[in-house]
């Protein structure tokens, strides 16, 4: 026996709406652009170009410390990574962070200077890092421009 439906009744509606989709999707890119240029910690400094390789990546956030134009340190892992701090607490700071770590589970150590800055400070917080006990310390540099043409 075959059921009829009643005069004036709608069949089931069976494509899915995907407007209310769309419009989600787009509120959240716009979210995102505008808060993707939020994201970037740190101070500002001008990093040296060079023709370097870009290391591999870590299990563990490094510990990079920026020596800013005016020679100031900062420790990306500070309680205010933003506001500068002295060579003592520096180095306290990272003597803490290298003692949490493991013998096979090492964390990368990274400068980064301002191109600006008098080479001394730089040097000044190297010797900070391996007395804190940084067993090799890296500096990190800007990739040179792309000088071939297409």
């Not at 989709?21 to 910690?41: A, E, W, Y």
């Not at 299990?59 to 005016?70: F, M, Q, R, S, Y």
């Not at 400070?121 to 792309?146: F, R």
């Amino acid at each position: 026996m075959a059921h009829l439906h009643p005069p004036g009744a709608r069949k089931p509606m069976s494509d899915i709406n995907v407007v209310p989709f769309i419009d989600v999707m787009l509120v959240l890119l716009v979210i995102f652009m505008i808060t993707t240029p939020l994201l970037t910690q740190g101070v500002k400094v001008e990093l040296p170009k060079t023709t370097a390789k870009a290391m591999d990546d870590q299990k563990k956030e490094p510990l990079i410390v920026t020596v800013d134009g005016a020679g100031n340190f900062y420790l990306n892992l500070a309680d205010k990574p933003t506001q500068p701090i002295t060579a003592r607490a520096l180095s306290g700071l990272v003597t803490t962070q290298l003692a949490n770590q493991s013998a096979g589970n090492e964390r990368a150590v990274l400068v980064r200077g301002d191109k600006n800055v008098n080479y001394g400070k730089v040097m000044e917080a190297m010797a900070l890092l391996q007395q804190a006990g940084a067993k090799s310390v890296g500096l990190i540099t800007q990739p040179m421009p792309d000088t071939k043409s297409s």
